[in-house]
């Protein structure tokens, strides 16, 4: 514990209400609008070794063969690119690791978090020969942060995940979002089906009412009766940046069901330290155990037959979103399968990693 609760006072310690989590992330101090760079992102090998020839599918290591106004033509850019998005009026901040016929679009958490806390994946899809691709949303770490809170929604977002498929010339790829992502995932496979290959949806359920249903239990279950009581009295109060309230989530909750690792991943740390506040509290909310943002009224349980795409869902034992949850999405689906992480939490790519790859390169291998 003394490592994360060090990075709490060091960097955001008033905000660890909106820190990990699932559905949505946590909260860092927001940006300025920005130029989006080409900071280092995720780091991967480039072998294939899995069943695709990814030697015969080799895309070139520059920003881009025809001008777009960002990258030089034929300017080797180690993978980054920037997008247009909005029309043209911002930029994110993309990532190519590794080469592969099989092209998977990374789409992280939050609302508001940063890519990093998906490095893991980089650590296991290249070197099996799938070309991956990590992205910053708009408004997060490397991509622009405009002060314009009409941006943040799920239909705005939603159209920038096609934006940057489309600058990217993604076809017939693999979407894989993990938790906020995962509602983004959704969204995108009900709007457009017909680009996709495969869909893997991570740590998210369809709906934030089994959210809900979800962390209230866990929140009863692991909290001793007296940590509970004070926890309820602080958020009946909203007192969310209250030193005790974050010390009690934190150590309690957060250990527990976010990450079961001590200390944390790097990339987590970083992740959290590149949070967007305003964002996630606009959509979500000021606390992970309510839902109080424009994110409130999101359920796509009845829609959830519409998807035919090939689709995994993964998920764990300990995590935010139920497990009986995560199978009974796959059951609504007609070509999707479950699979459970028996020691993974909320990030089960970093604490259950042997079961969390496993699923996913044998799902990758079908599509």
Known sequence: MTNRRTFLTTTAAATVTTLAAAPMGAAAATGTTGKATGATGAKGGRGATGATAASAHKSPDIAATVPDGLNPVGVRTA???????????YKVWTKRVGNGATKVLLLHGGPAFSHEYLEAIAA????????IYFYDQLGVNNSDQPDDTSLWTVPRY?????EVRRALGLDQFVLFGHSWGGVLAIEYALKHPLALKGLVISNMVAGMQAYLQRINHLKTTLLPAPLLARVNALENAQDYENPEYEQIVMEHLYAKVICRLDPWPDALMRSFKHLNKSIYVQMQGPSEFQVSGSLKDWERWDRLHEIRTRTLILGATHDTMDPEDIKRMARLMPNAQAAICPNGSHLSMWDDQAAYFGHLLRFLATV
């Open 158 to 162: 939603l159209e920038e995940v096609e």
């Open 79 to 89: 993978g980054v690119r920037l997008v247009p998005v909005v029309g043209g009026k």
């Open 124 to 131: 296991f899809l290249p070197e099996a020969g799938y070309e």
